[in-house]
């Protein structure tokens, strides 16, 4: 049987992690997955991401148990499922941190940072949380459904950062230190470009890492970039992925199709996913979602422009024409034999299947698609049955269509 052995490794430091938050060795500043974490650590702060407890909520199928106790305060049952799940995790005080690192609860914030650059509903769920702890919040609102980033949407941003510093220096207790800010950029750039060879691995035919191990090996990537921790962690699971192809070691040997996902995870299901797929002798070697924490622009000789460059031009915030260039490319890479879109019930900002992109992309790639319905944590919106049929089938006239080339 394949396995990562690196995974271990991964879920110590993933846990010792969460454990800092409640140390009270460090103040404590929340953060959305792609938002000024650098910034923030360079003040000090423990960093602490939301959106990764959500997919926590998801993975363990505990989502649907709290996501009622946001919808009697008001939110949608049809608005993104981190936000319901967080929410009402923490109204019934109910959350796997508990369970699975010993935890309290949600760890408390001194500062709250979002970055809308993902979606507009980080807002809402990021200032319910100021006024549930009474502590400070800053945002940036960068332009969005951008083809090109240019110079002026960079300004903009850099503009936003730097308006952090003074409530960072009055929270922090800490003078902005340019040098600090640079070398934390430096380890995130380091660790980032560690992570996207550790993607690329899977160019290989026979691929070490499937999207669905890239989902939980992405962990330190998420909550960890800018530390050396994180940095350390990339290059050992790069040498035993690289020493895996070298030694033609693969999650799925001889694979018959090669996929793209396109799309949220669907937490709750990664397993079934995983196991449906590779019996099916698919290998799902690529995604957007995996790949949205390669921040290649990074430069900590330039650390403003840079982030607020990477930042920006994130997959998610793109418009339709780069975000087809983008697939056509990695379609390319990967050497793709078909793409899975998930169309996301409740995150519509990454669900790209709505307006008939899978058709125009078909006609300028020539790759097969499939759209699934379901959701990222609530899974009244996924229907097993239905998706293992729709799979399968895409499988069989992919094969097909191989055969008759």
């Not at 959305?32 to 650590?41: D, F, K």
């Not at 941003?157 to 510093?165: A, D, G, L, R, T």
């Not at 669907?266 to 979602?289: C, E, H, P, Q």
């Not at 949205?292 to 430069?299: A, C, H, L, M, Y």
Request: include cysteine.
């Amino acid at each position: 049987m394949y396995i990562i052995k690196s995974t271990e490794k991964m879920k110590a430091i993933m846990g010792n992690y969460f454990r800092s938050l409640e140390n009270g060795e460090k103040k404590v500043a929340w953060c959305t997955s792609v938002g000024p974490a650098e910034l923030l650590r360079s003040f000090g702060f423990e960093v602490y991401f939301p959106e990764n407890h959500g997919a926590l909520l998801g993975a363990t199928r505990t989502a649907m148990d709290v996501i009622p106790e946001a919808v009697k305060m008001g939110y949608s049952g049809h608005v993104c499922s981190y936000t319901t799940a967080d929410i009402g995790s923490y109204l019934r005080n109910d959350t796997p941190l508990k369970k699975h690192y010993g935890m309290k609860g949600h760890p408390k914030p001194d500062l709250i940072a979002f970055n809308t650059n993902q979606c507009r509903e980080v807002q809402d769920w990021f200032y319910f949380f100021a006024k549930e702890f009474n502590c400070p919040v800053v945002g940036i609102t960068p332009p969005r459904y951008l083809e090109e980033v240019t110079q002026k949407e960079v300004d903009l941003v850099v503009e936003q950062f730097k308006s952090m510093i003074p409530i960072c220096e009055q929270v922090s207790g800490q003078k902005f230190d340019e040098a600090k800010f640079k070398e934390t950029v430096r380890l995130s750039k380091e660790a980032t470009l560690l992570w996207q060879k550790v993607l690329k691995t899977s160019t290989a035919m026979n691929a070490p890492i499937s999207f669905f191990d890239g989902t939980i090996h992405m962990g330190p990537i998420v909550v960890l970039r800018g530390t050396q921790i994180a940095k350390d962690y990339y290059t050992e699971l790069l040498a035993e992925l690289e020493e895996n192809v070298k030694n033609n070691e693969g999650f799925l040997p001889k694979a018959r199709t090669r996929i793209f996902w396109e799309g949220m995870p669907i937490w709750g299901k990664l397993r079934m996913l995983s196991d449906l797929f590779t019996s099916n002798g698919a290998a799902v070697v690529a995604s957007t979602y995996c790949s949205s924490w390669v921040f290649d622009k990074f430069d900590e000789n330039d650390p403003w422009n840079s982030t607020a460059r990477a930042y920006t031009e994130i997959f998610i915030n793109r418009g339709e024409k780069a975000k087809m260039r983008m697939l056509s490319d990695w379609f390319k890479e990967y050497r793709i034999d078909g793409i899975i879109y998930h169309d996301s019930k409740t995150c519509f900002n990454n669900s790209n299947a709505k307006f008939g992109m899978p058709q125009r992309l078909k006609d300028i790639t020539g790759v097969p698609a499939l759209v699934i319905e379901g959701d990222l944590c609530d899974l009244r919106f996924f229907s097993e049955g239905q998706s293992i049929t729709k799979i399968e089938t895409f499988l069989e006239q992919l094969e097909e269509n191989i055969v008759l080339k």
